[in-house]
């Protein structure tokens, strides 16, 4: 499946926000320290990483979809994957041409929307794509389990260490897709919207070990005009428990408010608000919000998904 761009290209500038929670699991784990989940402990907030929600989302488009990503597992050279793409190894004498760089972007998915640096000596080796996220951190309070030992057995012997999950984590990104970046990548409408429904359904795709238990809860992106940037999304959302007597450990303990947020946006020139929301969370001032924008379905993609695949069965025959 090629991911050129077809119709219109995107010319506006969003603003994203993104909720999904943690529950018994290990949203992001810290190598540097004992692979515990990442944490400020001044405010006792969870942090996870741009990169990890990145690799989820590549992990979808890969793994799901069938579309190529430049930052894979299975190649782990970026120079290496360039030359596979070009056929041909760049240097100072030959360096990446501009057609060179628009056939690397049309092969893989996630330079058009993250950009990428190739790592090759060949010039022009750093392309900044329109889709950013910052970290992401926790809208509660949050508290580790107790640790477990954990014993894994390979064919050198059984290793041991230590099994660290939060007990429940709210967790909220903010987005931004630059409208002179998306023109400049040739970013069409149809692929941004495509990517809409790849982020609610990237994280719960990945079902390892200490991943079992994460759920999306909440998308909005907010579109504007292109001259336009929003501040960070997540200022306007109040998080508030029910009671203040017992820990948040379930989405049944605290409801979200959103009505800052509509306020906020009421004179920010907004074109469109591309929302969905699990029935299961709580949001006050949800409706007013969301009135007359577009509904996301992000099981539309599952149809998407049969269609490449038959595509790519009737290559193999």
Not at 33 to 48: A, C, G, I, Q
Not at 52 to 78: C, H, M, Q, S, W
Request: charged share 30%.
């Amino acid at each position: 499946m090629s991911n050129k761009s077809e119709g219109t290209v995107y010319n506006k500038n969003s603003e994203i926000l993104f909720i999904y929670d943690a529950k018994l699991s290990n949203p992001n784990g810290d190598m540097d320290n004992e692979n515990k989940p990442r944490m400020d402990y001044d405010t006792n907030t969870n942090l996870v990483s741009d990169v990890r929600l990145k690799r989820y989302i590549r992990d979808y488009y890969e793994k799901f979809i069938g579309e190529p990503v430049f930052v894979t597992e299975n190649i782990a050279d970026a120079e290496a994957h360039v030359e596979s793409i070009l056929k041909r190894k760049p240097s100072k004498n030959a360096p990446i041409t501009e057609n060179e760089i628009q056939t690397i972007k049309n092969k893989c998915i996630d330079i058009k929307l993250f950009g990428a640096v190739f790592g090759t000596a060949g010039g022009n080796d750093h392309i900044t794509g329109p889709v950013q996220f910052n970290w992401g951190y926790s809208l509660n309070e949050v508290e580790l389990c107790q640790s477990k030992t954990i014993t894994s057995s390979f064919s050198s012997g059984e290793g041991v260490g230590k099994d660290y999950r939060v007990n429940y984590s709210c967790i909220a990104f903010n987005g931004t897709v630059n409208g002179k970046l998306a023109k400049l990548n040739n970013l069409g409408e149809d692929v941004l919207k495509l990517f809409d429904k790849v982020v609610i359904n990237a994280v719960p795709f990945c079902k390892t070990h200490t991943k079992q238990g994460q759920t999306p809860r909440l998308y909005l992106r907010v579109e504007s005009e292109n001259k336009l940037f929003l501040k960070d999304l997540r200022e306007y959302v109040s998080f508030n428990p029910k009671a203040e007597e017992y820990k948040v450990r379930s989405i049944k303990d605290y409801e979200l408010d959103l009505t800052h947020l509509s306020k906020y946006l009421e004179d920010k020139n907004i074109t469109n608000i591309y929302y969905w929301k699990d029935d299961k969370i709580q949001i006050k001032g949800w409706d007013e919000l969301v009135k007359n924008r577009t509904e996301i379905n992000p099981n539309e993609i599952e149809e998407l998904s049969i269609a490449v695949d038959c595509e790519n069965k009737a290559k193999i025959k």
